[in-house]
């Protein structure tokens, strides 16, 4: 079955590895991460954002997922990325989510809170683990836009209130890297991630995983980052593979030839990224 990914994100923070959390939207896509997970022995968090759960239906991503589950040995986490909503966080675990982001961080840090608590209180009874953010993570991942200047660190004493307050098992702090592409390097404030980690010792959430460089990652990692989201690079990955098939032959007209290099392209961009989260033989 599919777990909580709670446990697999404790035991990643005691040990000073992360877990890749890979955001998909098709069939193929949650069987390559799963075949790159289940190659390298890594605990798995697959993941879905608002938008992907409203075109595929949470019901299908659950089942898909728990087959996954079900026909491996390695630990695999379903986790809803970025829900601003409560009623589809409710959905999502009644279809059988066992992670859930209520992202209430374009809200004062009052109604974070209440919001967060809210889905504790729903998601902890059902063994669901639940992350929210602090601080506003820039750029964008599906309908939350959050430009440059809009962009906002989370401050460390804020955060040791807020999961005092609130319990939440996991949190995501702003700290520099933002959704998408960088131009140039991000700008992570590792000092900050090192003041958040000694204040809190619930597992540390790192979003905008794409573009970050290899050392950058070690080090957010080493400061108490168990978690790396990744999106972006995975869909570009993918869908250059399937556009590579059809400038070769554009008559191509078969899903099960053109998605083939896509999955297999998309399942190394994954390895890689469990490499640098040091996951490999976790499971
Ligand atoms: P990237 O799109 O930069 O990989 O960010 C992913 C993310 O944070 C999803 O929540
Ligand atoms: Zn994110
Ligand atoms: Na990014």
Do not use: W
């Not at 879905?48 to 075109?55: E, F, I, L, P, R």
């Not at 991630?193 to 905008?208: E, K, M, N, Q, S």
């Not at 032959?249 to 899903?255: G, K, L």
Request: glycine share 8%; hydrophobic share 45%; net charge negative.
């Amino acid at each position: 079955p599919l777990v909580s990914s709670t446990p697999m994100l404790q035991a990643a923070r005691a040990g000073g590895y992360c877990i890749g959390a890979f955001n998909v939207h098709t069939l193929e896509m949650l069987q390559a991460v799963v075949e790159a997970a289940v190659e390298t022995n890594s605990p798995l968090i697959i993941q879905s954002t608002v938008g992907t759960v409203k075109h595929l239906g949470p019901e299908y991503i659950a089942a898909a997922a728990t087959v996954a589950a079900n026909s491996s040995r390695i630990p695999i986490a379903l986790h809803l990325d970025h829900c601003t909503e409560f009623d589809l966080i409710v959905r999502c675990i009644r279809a059988g989510y066992t992670s859930v982001m209520i992202d209430a961080s374009h809200s004062p840090f009052d109604d974070n809170v209440r919001q967060t608590l809210r889905v504790v209180e729903v998601a902890r009874p059902a063994g669901v683990n639940v992350e929210a953010e602090l601080g506003k993570v820039g750029g964008v991942e599906d309908e939350i836009v959050v430009a440059e200047n809009e962009a906002l660190m989370a401050d460390p004493d804020e955060c040791a209130k807020f999961v005092e307050l609130t319990g939440v098992p996991t949190l995501a702090p702003a700290i520099g890297t933002a959704h998408g592409i960088y131009k140039g390097e991000p700008k992570i404030d590792f000092d900050r991630i090192g003041r958040i980690a000694a204040l809190v010792d619930v597992p540390l959430v790192l979003h905008g995983g794409s573009g970050i460089p290899e050392e950058q990652v070690r080090r957010a990692v080493s400061l108490g980052m168990a978690k790396m989201n990744v999106a972006t690079e995975l869909r570009i990955v993918f869908s250059d593979a399937i556009k590579a098939v059809f400038a070769k032959n554009p008559e191509e007209n078969d899903p099960r030839k053109y998605m083939v290099p896509a999955k297999q392209a998309l399942k190394e961009a994954a390895i890689e990224k469990m490499r640098l989260c040091g996951s490999f033989g976790k499971a």
